[in-house]
C-alpha cells in the first residue's frame, strides 16, 4: 500500500528502460506513482482505521524524508499482523491513536 522504492524518478525511469527497453519519463513514473497511490487510498485507511482500535500496537516510529525537495514525515504503527504507513508534512499528523 505503500511504495518502497525510495529511490530518485530518474533512476526508475531508468531502470524501466534496462529492463523491459520501454522509455519512460520521469513525469510518467510520477503520474503512475500518483494513480495508483489514490487507487489504494481506501485499503489504506482501513487497514490504519484496524490498528487504530488494535488492543496490541507493537510499535510506532516517526522518520524525516525528503520528497520533491520538501521534509515530510513517515509515521508506522503496526500490530503482530497489519501495518500502516502514512506520510505527512506535519509531525502532528500522527496515526489515529
Request: with cysteine; charged share 25%.
Amino acid at each position: 500500500m505503500v511504495y518502497g522504492q525510495f529511490v530518485t524518478l530518474g533512476r526508475l525511469s531508468q531502470t524501466m528502460k534496462e529492463a523491459h527497453d520501454i522509455p519512460v519519463s520521469e513525469a510518467s513514473v510520477l503520474k503512475m506513482i500518483r494513480q495508483d497511490a489514490r487507487r489504494w487510498k481506501p485499503a489504506s485507511e482501513a487497514v490504519g482505521d484496524r490498528i487504530a482500535w488494535a488492543e496490541l500496537v507493537k510499535n510506532v516510529d516517526e522518520t524525516g524524508l525528503r520528497i520533491e525537495g520538501m521534509p515530510q514525515y513517515l509515521h508506522v504503527k503496526c500490530t503482530e499482523a497489519p501495518a500502516a504507513f502514512r506520510i505527512s508534512v506535519s509531525r502532528k499528523h500522527l496515526l489515529p491513536a
